[in-house]
């Protein structure tokens, strides 16, 4: 008997501390060169009409139930509150990815239409507490652990959506291209992207303070579960001993509730065996259960963004994202745009250094992340046509960064400014337009 372990198969047995450093080192960093790309958009759903009234469990069941029925490319998934989740199948191109999920989501808008439910492009629910949808084991023990640390667990599941952008990890060789620097990119541009694309400023219809709610969210439950590993030159080391030192969040059994361990790192379940030996499925299963904001997972999931605003709000920091790693050119501007924000890290992994908290308060209202922006968005709108990007994907690029990152702004400053932009937002207006 065997299972497989991200895509690996291993044997059903109990796993040791070796082992366990030696598989996730083998699987973290897939490389080669960057050929695909995908994409998971994350949506609130909401009335149609009256956005701000909450939804009873039943009608958003019986919409997804409809939902299954659609023949989609990307996978369908629904989070602990209910939000709806789309995830593209890796495409050989930025212009396949956005076509692929263009289309899906045209149909899954269009079947919510029929249940008078529509998709919500925000950070964070503006107006509702957490209510958690989803009745399963994995939630329960999930909600059980991150409550420990406060009250930020049950928002980031039932209250967050995002934009997760997936690269390939890059090459085994150094340069622009390589995993090593991709990895270390990755957690000095993913500060910028978050600054620029801050779009969940309030909670309980009041501002919180923070651009980005939903990092702020991130933040406080905690490094051990949300945060990065410390940045060195060897990323695959970095990751397994940030897997085997991470608290494991729950023990799974067939019967009855799920065991949730208080302090219990990997490593130490693969010394004591207790309350049983960990198997690989355990491994595969606990990886499942960090959420650093890039997790390597053989490619890169960068998930810094919040969701944004308008039908098609996706695309950008989709394209963005895109251009800045795997063109060449584009990369090396960007590695030279970011190196000096390194000063700001402090000893502290991301999202908790300095740097990334005040992307999250402040957005591009901080003077060096708005400077680093604008070159960086310079960059990729150069890149884009390099990388086949088509002139409906460049203008709205363009339009971003006039609307927001030319003028130190990012959406989250428009519903700071309007009582009602939350409204706007809710019934699906882009605000470019």
């Known amino acids: 008997m065997s299972e497989s372990v991200n ?39 909401h009335e149609l009409r009256t956005p701000q009234l909450p939804m009873t469990p039943e009608r958003l069941e019986a919409a997804y139930a409809a939902l299954r029925t659609v023949p989609l490319r990307s996978a369908l998934t629904v989070e602990p509150g209910g939000q709806l989740e789309l995830s593209s199948p890796p495409a050989a191109s930025l212009m396949e990815c956005v ?17 008078d439910l529509g998709l919500l492009g925000i950070g964070h629910d503006p107006w509702h507490a957490p209510r958690r949808f989803l009745r399963e084991p994995r939630y329960e023990a999930m909600e059980t652990c991150l409550d420990r640390t406060g009250p930020a667990g049950r928002a980031m599941m039932c209250t967050s959506a995002s934009v997760q952008v997936c690269l390939d990890a890059g090459y085994e060789e150094p340069g622009p291209l390589g ?39 991130w933040v406080e439950i905690g490094a051990d579960r949300a945060g990065a590993p410390v940045l060195d030159a060897d990323p695959r080391g970095a990751w397994a001993r940030h897997v085997l030192d991470a608290p494991v969040m729950c023990v799974r059994q067939d019967g009855g509730p799920w065991h949730v361990p208080d302090g219990v790192t990997f490593r130490d379940w693969t010394r004591s065996g207790a309350p049983r030996p960990p198997t690989w499925d355990d491994l595969d299963y606990h990886m499942t259960t960090l959420f650093p904001p890039v997790r390597p997972r053989g490619h890169l999931e960068l998930r810094m963004i919040d969701a944004q605003p308008g039908e098609n709000g996706w695309i950008v920091p989709l394209a963005v994202t895109t251009a800045l790693f795997d063109d060449p050119e584009a990369a090396e501007t960007a590695y030279r745009a970011v190196k000096p924000l390194t000063e700001r890290t402090g000893a502290r992994p991301a999202p908790h250094n300095p740097l990334w908290l005040d992307a999250a308060r402040q957005g591009l209202a901080d003077r060096e992340l ?3 922006a604008v070159e960086c968005f310079a960059t990729a709108l150069r890149a884009l046509p390099r990388l086949g990007a088509s002139t409906e994907v460049t203008d709205a690029v363009a339009a971003y960064m006039d609307r927001y990152v030319i003028r130190g702004r990012c959406p989250a400053d428009d519903l700071l400014d309007s009582p009602r932009g939350e409204d706007r937002r809710a019934h699906g207006k882009d605000l470019r337009t």
């Open 7 to 45: 895509g690996c198969t291993a044997p059903r047995t109990a796993v040791t501390e070796p082992e366990v450093e030696a598989l996730v080192r083998g699987i973290c960093f897939k490389t080669g060169p960057p050929r695909t790309v995908g994409v998971e958009v994350e949506w609130l759903v």
């Open 370 to 372: 708005h400077e680093v």
């Open 99 to 115: 076509d692929t999920v263009s289309t899906d989501l045209d149909a899954v808008r269009a079947e919510l239409r029929e249940h």
């Open 179 to 217: 995993h090593v620097r991709r990895w270390w990119l990755a957690h000095q541009l993913g500060a910028v992207l978050l600054a620029a694309f801050a779009n969940s400023p309030l909670a309980g219809h009041q501002p919180t303070g923070w651009r980005s709610t939903r990092q702020l969210r």
